[in-house]
């Protein structure tokens, strides 16, 4: 489980993260949702070792995260994805999720320059690999083409074929919907409750209320580095303190 | 390049001093192949891993007087003593890849320049073991059991040999797992991080590598001149090299040898066309001609045309940038 305890991160006066505390069920899809600012882009990168937090402590398993490098986090099995669309641009669909599968991989230096038949055997599970997750995400006749040269959607679902190959146990989706269209939107939620069902656990950003409401099992809202509510998303559409967060004071105060 | 296409170029590398009349144009073949190894090597960093070495003279120089020093002091033979020049390279290289870590980009290239300045000042002022200035004369040729490299054709094959070892080691690293990871931290190292490609070990590892073929070019060129000066680490040396990696194309296998044989043959036949001043001038245009035209290198470029009008070429190596 994967689980954040009084989580804070300041950046010199400003405080992006007060005290964030929440846990992931192991097996569940939790979005994180709040207005802009309110952390959570934030709360991802401490979460995966791309920012040191002020304090706080994240575990997986029991085990803390907090310190670690982001490749070793990955290690252990929490994989992120990015707000901006991140891929190897130059790089074919099928080399960027090779470079995703590198922990799959186990050849080390010597192994690489002497060469040999289990290198050849190994190269080649990895290629299996790598055509099966393509096919996954539905990129199977873009194998070939550069990264670069797909439609945004497309290299969104680069992206997310990218950390699935790394074979994640949590998956952090850093608004995996942004800038799609509606279709593609279904088709993201769709691969999102696939992959649950494979027994991953995703933890998810997000802003399109539609989509948050229509997949997580718990939600959990951010608002001026703080949680102000957490529940499943029926509760949330009722709490009173999250339509005041997103409406404004007066609208949640009657 | 088809497989047949490489048999035929092995061929003509093989039998090239057949060809080659005059002991001078073996020369420049034999200096070709030197500033080849050093080509990969710097390739290896700046066209994979993305990171510019300026610097990269002083693990050249690092090689060639370890391998002279050794060799002439302490009466070690040829091949020991290669191994040394190699493996002192190698750390230097470490010790810049650690380095490299903390600084990317434009203060890499000026930490890489400091050192090549630092090494070269202590080639020059560390007189009782260097001979500063006045360098080190009469380093032995190589040789092996009965067999002397002392000759020009001999020299050749051993020079082609390690040519030949360099574009290996590139190679298998290249299409492997290890030059997938080199390939992702050039185009997105945030993203190559967070499916557990882990930096630190990549940059120090491609690092010591590079710096291993710099210092193996290093001890041929001593043993080669049969001199080593403070010149080896001239700034001239590593920009032949940025010139020869660029050109020919970063990032791709073949792109430092075509770089290297056109840019010492080049120089080399203008010499005899052409008076001194023409020749720079000459050199210069055609520079700026190739960077403008064919600003990925000659490698990429012929790769496309050979494809002609089938549809986008495969390049020769899944990870290579074309």
Redesign the interface.
């Known amino acids: 489980m994967l689980a954040v305890r009084d989580l804070a991160v300041r950046f010199g006066g400003v405080t992006a993260l007060e005290s964030v505390s929440f846990e992931v069920r192991p097996g569940s899809i939790t979005s994180v949702i709040g207005p802009n600012g309110a952390g959570k882009t934030t709360a991802f990168n401490a979460i995966?070792g791309?920012l040191r937090p002020t304090g706080g402590l994240v575990t997986y398993d029991g085990a803390p995260l907090t310190g670690l490098?982001?490749?070793?986090i990955?290690?252990r099995g929490i994989?992120?994805?990015?707000q901006k669309t991140?891929?190897?641009?130059?790089?074919?669909v099928?080399?960027n999720v090779?470079?995703?599968?590198?922990?799959r991989?186990t050849?080390g230096?010597f192994a690489?320059?002497a060469?040999g038949r289990r290198?050849t055997a190994e190269?080649r599970a990895?290629s299996s690999q790598a055509r099966a997750v393509i096919d996954f995400v539905g990129l199977g006749h873009r194998r070939?083409?550069a990264a670069s040269a797909l439609a945004y959607g497309e290299q969104r679902l680069v992206e997310l074929a990218?950390?699935l190959?790394?074979k994640p146990r949590v998956l952090l989706l850093d608004e995996p919907g942004a800038g799609m269209t509606g279709s593609e939107k279904a088709v993201v939620s769709g691969l999102i409750r696939r992959v649950r069902e494979q027994g991953l656990t995703v933890l998810l950003v997000e802003h399109d209320m539609r989509m948050v409401m229509g997949i997580s099992d718990t939600v959990i809202v951010l608002n001026g580095g703080r949680v102000i509510a957490e529940g499943s998303p029926a509760a949330i559409q009722a709490h009173p303190e999250v339509i005041r967060a997103y409406l404004g004071a007066s609208a949640g105060s009657t | 390049m088809t497989r047949a296409d490489g048999w035929l170029l092995a061929a003509g590398a093989l039998t090239l001093p057949l060809w080659l009349q005059s002991p001078y144009h073996l020369h420049v073949a034999i200096m070709a192949g030197i500033f080849g190894v050093l080509a990969m090597s710097l390739n290896l960093l700046l066209g994979y891993t993305g990171q510019l070495s300026l610097g990269h003279a002083a693990f050249f120089g690092i090689g060639a007087y370890t391998s002279a020093l050794l060799t002439l002091k302490l009466d070690w033979s040829f091949w020991p003593a290669l191994a040394v020049a190699v493996a002192l390279a190698a750390l230097a290289g470490f010790f810049i890849g650690r380095l490299a870590l903390k600084l990317r980009g434009a203060y890499f290239v000026l930490v890489t320049i400091s050192f090549a300045g630092v090494i070269s000042l202590v080639s020059i002022n560390w007189i009782e073991l260097t001979n500063g200035p006045l360098g080190l004369p009469g380093v032995p040729a190589p040789a092996l059991g009965p067999w002397s490299f002392r000759t020009k054709t001999a020299y050749y094959y051993l020079v082609l040999a390690a040519c030949g070892l360099s574009y290996l080691v590139c190679r298998r690293l290249v299409m492997s797992r290890i030059g997938r990871a080199l390939v992702a931290l050039r185009e997105n190292e945030p993203l190559a991080e967070s499916v557990g490609v882990d930096v630190t070990h990549y940059l120090v590892l491609a690092a010591v590598v590079s710096a291993a073929m710099a210092g193996l070019g290093g001890s041929l060129y001593a043993h080669y001149t049969r001199f080593v000066s403070p010149e080896v680490f001239l700034f001239t040396y590593t920009v032949t090299m940025v010139i020869m990696v660029v050109a020919g194309g970063k990032g791709t296998l073949a792109g430092p040898v075509v770089g290297a044989t056109l840019f010492t043959v080049l120089p080399e036949a203008l010499r005899a066309a052409a008076s001194w001043q023409w020749q720079m001038l000459a050199y210069g245009v055609l520079l700026v001609l190739l960077v403008f035209f064919l600003p990925r290198g000659i490698v990429p470029w012929l790769a496309r045309v050979m494809a002609g009008s089938q549809a986008p070429a495969e390049p020769d190596s899944p990870t290579i940038r074309r």
């Open positions: 995966t791309y490098r982001p490749s070793a990955a290690r994989v992120r994805t990015f991140s891929v190897f641009p130059a790089l074919s099928e080399d090779l470079i995703g599968l590198h922990l991989g050849a230096f690489v320059l060469g290198l190269e990895l070939r083409e990218v950390a190959a790394a």
